[in-house]
């Protein structure tokens, strides 16, 4: 279909989102405090811009096409961000600050949350910060109700980020077996392929959350053998998984960053022959042609980045 051209108005649409809300021209009218022909007159223009109709009117009120389904999901993006351009620029000109909102998986909060703030607010940035696990985080994003995400990937996998996302590397950390000090293998300097599938029979502890990668990753290596592992217990906190396998009730894998604060009466070994790691992303949602994310966002990136750093320095000194 050859493009008509045209400048998209935003009362257009707003004209659009209300009559998909609402299920008719005179109740979307009402919603807006407009006059029903200038709701026609905006949906009619539109129209004209796409070169096909939006919207199926009948007796019975009006309803999308396919078109006008997906010209109400782009809508409320765009809308979304011209009302966050406003609110930015304005408390950036009466505060000289700018707010971010901000999702990061437990782990990471629990370490480098607090460095993050206090660097942010150095460059006039202030966070919205909630806690949730990788999948809410990703949903958020690809919704634009989180500006950006802190998340990870284990084994290889991607993340289902819709198209427009962009993702900046933060941190690729080794996934660690950790073991009770009285396990047989507790006094190797690493763990090999061959040893690593000698443990399916162990008592494993896994996530608790569905769709991690890193449960993923581990399950995968022992069905590539044909074996099954023995999960015993499920759990996302990883001080609980330290203590569970100080107890000998357990082995797992841990995140390197999980084990800043680490227990004297376990082991933590690498696995060599595999790759066992976890890559950590920013992800945002871009915007221009180059799909970038915000200035707030890159200094975001940067704080995190700093933290990481300043985390590493501690755990090894």
């Known amino acids: 279909m050859a493009y008509i051209g045209g400048m998209i108005d935003l009362r257009q649409l707003r004209a659009l989102t209300a009559v998909a809300r609402e299920g008719s021209v005179s109740r979307a009218a009402l919603r807006l405090g407009w006059s029903q022909p200038t709701v026609d007159y905006h949906l009619k223009n539109l129209d004209r811009i796409v070169g096909t109709p939006l919207l199926v009117r009948s007796t019975r009120g009006s309803a999308l096409t396919s078109a006008g389904t997906l ?92 198209s427009e996302v962009h993702t900046t590397p933060v941190l690729s950390e080794p996934l660690l077996l950790v073991l009770p000090r009285g396990h047989r293998f507790a006094e190797q300097e690493h763990i090999s392929h061959e040893d690593l599938l000698s443990l399916a029979g162990d008592p494993w502890v896994l996530g608790a959350t569905a769709g991690d990668t890193m449960d993923d990753a581990v399950r995968d290596v022992f069905l590539a053998a044909g074996l099954e592992l023995n999960v015993a217990m499920r759990s996302d906190d990883f001080s609980v998984v330290q203590g569970l396998v100080a107890a000998g009730m357990v082995i797992g894998l841990v995140p390197e960053l999980a084990l800043v604060t680490q227990r004297e009466d376990i082991v933590a070994k690498p696995i060599v022959g595999q790759s066992f790691t976890r890559e950590i992303v920013l992800a945002a949602p871009g915007e221009g042609p180059g799909k970038q994310p915000p200035a707030a966002v890159r200094q975001l990136a940067e704080a995190i980045r700093r933290s990481v750093s300043a985390t590493r320095i501690d755990r090894a000194s």
């Open 71 to 162: 010209m109400v999901e782009r809508a409320a993006e765009i809308l979304s961000l011209t009302e966050r351009a406003v609110t930015d620029t304005q408390e950036l000109a009466n505060l000289g600050r700018v707010r971010v909102r901000f999702g990061i998986f437990p782990t990471a909060a629990a370490r480098l949350l607090p460095d993050i703030v206090t660097r942010l607010a150095l460059v006039g940035v202030e966070l919205d910060a909630s806690l949730e696990e990788v999948t809410p985080l990703v949903t958020g994003v690809n919704r634009r109700e989180l500006d950006a995400a802190l998340v990870y990937a284990a084994g290889g996998y991607q993340l289902p980020f819709r």
